[in-house]
Every structure is written in C-alpha cells, then in structure tokens.
C-alpha cells in the first residue's frame, strides 16, 4: 500500500542533522575594547565615565554571574559614542583594590559588594537630628578595616551639639575625623577628600546628600529631612553615584541611607590584623582565640596586664569586635 512504513525501511533513513558552528575553546579578544569606569547601576544598565562622557553599557554574556557595581574599573565595546539609544557592552572586569562589603544581617551568608576601588570610607554622621548610633559607627570602621580603606569620621551639624563626648569614644582608635556644620566652611573636609576616592555611607537625614551638593555643585543630589516624630531620615539617594571632585581633586561616592550593616563576612583574624600593634602582642594566643573580651590566656590582657598596651585601646577594639555580633 502505498505511503505504509515498512519495518525495513529504517535502514535507509538517516536523521537530518542540525547545522551549528563548530564549537571552539577560542575566546574574543577584545583587542580594540576600551577603558571606563562606572559611575551608577540601575536595573541591569550601567551607567560608564569614559573619556570625559557618559556611556551606557549592558554586561556581556561572557562575564556569566560575576556583578559589576559602583567604582568597578571596566573594559567596554561596541558603541561608545554615548549618543541616546546607544549601548556599549562592559567585557571585561579588571581586578579591585578594594571592596567595601556587606551582608543583609549577620546570619546572611551572602556578601554584597556596594562599592569598588574606593580608597577611604567616610562614615558620614549627625551629633544631633537625627541622633548618632555609634554601633552602626563601629560596624562601618570594622568595614572599613577589613577592606583596607582608611576610615574618617565626618561628623555634620556641629552647631546643634559639640562633637567632644562622641570623639572621646573613638580617640584611642587613632581615627581620623572632621568636624562641619550645616552652611560652614568645607576646605578641611575636601583636604582630607584629595586624592582619594572616597565612599559615604551613614543613616538617612546626616546630611550626605547636603555635603556632595557643596562639594560637587552639579549633583544635584536630592536633600531629605529628619522626621520630627521617629528621628529618622527620608532616604533620598537610591542608588549608589560615583562623582568626580573639582579640579581633578579625587572622586567621592554617595550611596543611599543605611538602617543596618551586616558583617557575617567579616573575621576575628582579619580585623586585628588592621591594627598592627595589637596584632603582635596575640602571637601566643591559644588556637581559636577570637582576642574579645571574655577569652582565657588573651594575649591582649597579657599585654595589659605587663603595661604593654594602652587598655582604652584594646578596650576600643574589643568593642569593635563585638560590633560584628550586636545590632545598630
């Protein structure tokens, strides 16, 4: 019958095949790939500094999970010509310098990178409206240590209150700090700003946003206020903005308000080694010695007790060690 299979027909049927490439070890070199940096991430687009102009980039597939964020220094291709409707694509991620990381709490396994490349961590904070929460201020320093940056404390609206009591709190740290208030004069805070690329972080209502506007006129950065009832600010900033100073002086970033700073990344070990001296005096510590305040046979009471440490200082950094356990 005509059109009926036949059993013996198999034998003469060959399956179609479907044409691909041949598949290849071979990677794109990117030869003619150019150098950016980003300056903000909104919903998977990137925002690029390159030679002078903003260019949007999307990431390439080749780069799989890896996350791009704030400061990232980054190789680009295809349109870079930052005209509108142009998209480039970032290729290539070159290695950081630094990271300034977090957890969402302190049982989150997951580590977030907010910022990249920033050489200085300034913890951004109001001695009044809204109050200071010094155990956020601790659990930024701890932060900024286990990234490499240098910490400067940057305490605004000093003609509500005197900043005496607070700085006698972090005086044995050796911290470095700058004082300002609302309408004064900022030349100490952009000498200690040169040449850096500096993050801000701090609780919404301190005043960041009011500082990057009168360091960088051109943000035009939105400028919350302190609800009168809770004390609490109104974030303003949503995203993390990188920005260069004027005159080539560094770059500063702006990130959004922060409640809570989770540092379940962050190890006994590698907080003690931010502080050299004390570093030293817990070389014969048992195994396991986490250096707080309740271990047997801590080096640092050791220290103390022969006079060899400054106990302010070692009490100073037992509470930044606890900071890591402790809510803001």
Not at 27 to 32: A, F
Not at 308 to 321: G, Q
Request: charged letters at 30%.
């Amino acid at each position: 019958m005509a059109g009926r299979y036949s059993e013996h027909d198999h034998e003469h049927y060959e399956r179609p095949r479907r044409r691909t490439r041949p598949r290849t070890k071979n990677r794109p070199t990117h030869e003619d790939a150019v150098d950016a940096v980003v300056i903000t991430v909104d919903r998977g687009r990137f925002t690029l500094l390159l030679d002078g102009r903003t260019v949007m980039a999307m990431k390439s597939r080749n780069l799989g999970r890896k996350g791009v964020v704030v400061g990232d220094r980054v190789r680009v291709v295809g349109d870079v010509s930052g005209d509108d409707g142009s998209l480039a694509r970032i290729v290539e991620v070159t290695e950081r310098t630094t990271t300034l990381r977090r957890t969402a709490d302190d049982t989150d396994p997951v580590e977030r990178v907010i910022v990249a490349n920033a050489t200085q961590l300034v913890v951004v904070t109001a001695l009044a409206d809204p109050e200071p929460r010094p155990r956020l201020i601790d659990r930024a320093l701890v932060a900024a240590y286990d990234s490499g940056m240098q910490p400067l404390l940057c305490l605004t609206k000093s003609d509500l209150r005197s900043p005496d009591e607070l700085l006698s709190t972090y005086r044995s740290l050796g911290v470095r700090y700058v004082v300002t208030q609302r309408g004064g004069d900022l030349d100490e805070l952009r000498a200690h700003l040169a040449g850096h690329t500096s993050v801000l972080i701090g609780h919404s209502g301190v005043g960041k946003s009011t500082l990057v506007n009168a360091l960088v006129p051109a943000a035009n950065r939105e400028v919350g206020h302190v609800n009168a009832v809770t004390g609490r600010g109104r974030h303003t900033s949503t995203s993390a903005y990188l920005l260069p100073l004027p005159d080539d002086a560094g770059w500063i970033i702006d990130t959004p308000g922060i409640r809570s700073f989770g540092l379940a990344h962050v190890q006994p070990e590698s907080l003690i080694e931010a502080f050299p001296d004390l570093d030293e005096m817990t070389e014969d510590c048992p195994r396991g010695c986490t250096h707080g305040t309740d271990e047997p046979e801590c080096g640092l009471d050791v220290a103390v007790a022969e006079g060899d440490a400054d106990p302010e200082r070692v009490e100073s950094f037992r509470r930044l060690l606890a900071a890591r356990e402790s809510q803001p």
